[in-house]
């Protein structure tokens, strides 16, 4: 049976109706990383059901095959809700009830989150001010919870399922199947990424102002990123061209590790640049600056998300 799209358009789910002992084949985006996948049976779980409230979290106690999940997702830009919204509506459409669902400030903030069941970082980080739950029924003998959460430059998502009867099927299968959940990027870098090969013509040198790092890792996100694309266009239109891809870091730690790792991000996007597109790799070349030339603050996490970039800078052309 074929689910319908989710609003957002960002998933294609393919399911099978859920009835008792059956099992939710649950779509998650392709660009969600497995971090834990631990069960006990037997074993106890309180449901939350409600907002923190007089010293603590209304809940439903639950015992039986308790199985706790969690994805991480890369991609700045992305919301609570894109990360919930497809989720919840594979639940809905499955016939699950739901039975308590809130956003960070409406759940309790802080008191809410640390009076619930999370698992440790890094398996699971949640932003204090940015995440959303939803408490579940599946069926009779089935609960479940979702907590999604924006922290970084990453979305998280735990999921909490809890079978009564120990000789069922668990009823749900997650697996990274459906269409990787990437946002759009803001206007101010749709922009910049538009002029990119006349900011090379005019300038020299421009920013892929969509390529995502997170603090001290050197490995690209999934994407895709408008600016790999707008490169290997300028590039194709000028066959003798070559460029330098330098990295970027961030102010955290110290310098000969900083420039190593912008190194390691710069050759990420050589990288990528040759296998999804088919560019010369002798027309490429990957350098490291560090943090020796930051073009924000880095006392703001703002400041340092800006700085951990990749410049295009031109070498040649025809």
Partial sequence: MKWAVAPAAFF??????VAQGQALDLALPANAVPTADQAQNPDSYVLPLGPYAAGAVPGLPLEGRVQLRAWRLEGRGLTT????????????????????????AQCGGFDFRFDILVLPAPAMRVGLGDYRFL????????????LV???GNAGFIQLVTVASNAETVPPVQAHASAPALVAPAPPSVQKALQG?????????HAIMADLEFTSGAAELGAGPFQSLALL??????HPKSRVALVGHTDAVGALEGNIT?????AAQVVARLVADYGIDKDRLQAEGMGFLAPIASNRTDEGRLANRRVEVILLDTD
């Fill in 12 to 17: 294609a789910l393919l399911c099978a109706p």
């Fill in 81 to 104: 809700l894109q990360l919930l919204q497809p989720l919840r509506e594979q639940f809905l459409q499955a016939g699950a009830k739901v039975l308590f669902e809130c956003e960070a």
């Fill in 135 to 146: 408490a579940l029924q599946l069926d009779a003998d089935t609960h479940a919870s979702l």
């Fill in 149 to 151: 959460s924006r922290f």
């Fill in 196 to 204: 990119l090969g006349a900011q090379l013509l005019a300038q020299g």
């Fill in 232 to 237: 290997a266009q300028f590039l194709n239109a």
């Fill in 261 to 265: 790792l912008s190194r390691r991000r």
